[in-house]
């Protein structure tokens, strides 16, 4: 029996989630979580097998979240399920150890087959993500990378929010961070992309398929 902890904010999509994995024999839901904090909690308390893990949760991002589920217990596969494209976030998942990344738009087929596999130790990966995780592979440590993947987890969440129009404000709220310390995060992610102001970096982020 796979047993398996829902960690998504919207109510609506646990609930859904919940019904579609508990159709099958094999696939158990022994705990829900909204917050970043309730996951690591429940992480701490429950026994599970697979995290199904939301990347955007409203206090912490997925990504951070990972690296706690990690050292909290190593040994525990995560799936993420994301709204964002695979060019996002799903090879910086990977890197950071999750089992799996899938797209919230996937097929309820494959999003079965993507937890029984990840559930059962093994790793999800779709053809159009192998064939960037080779890309990368094949170019080698010393090569040199697209600027946004030279970005820090936090630089490119603050960068997608951006692209996406969000005042400095707005993005602070999000992060739970200071105002001050998103403009410097712009500034630091400007100046590592070599661009002049926001526009650009809009521009870029559409350009490179980084939002949608």
Known sequence: MIRVILADDHLLIRQGLRRLLEDARDIEVVGEASTGHETLGLIAR???SLLLLDISLPDRSGLDILKDVHALKPRLPVLILSVHPEEQYAIRAIRAGASGYLMKAAAADELLEAVRRTGGGGKYITPRLAEK????FQEGPGAERPPHEQ???REFEVLERIATGLSIAD?????KL???TI???RTRILQKMKLKN???LMHYAFEHGLVT
Do not use: F, G, M, N
């Open 171 to 175: 993005i602070a709220s999000a992060l």
């Open 151 to 153: 970005l820090s987890d």
């Open 178 to 180: 200071s105002p001050k």
């Open 133 to 136: 995780l080779a890309e990368t």
């Open 198 to 200: 926001s526009a650009e």
């Open 46 to 48: 429950k026994s599970c």
């Open 183 to 185: 403009s410097t995060y």
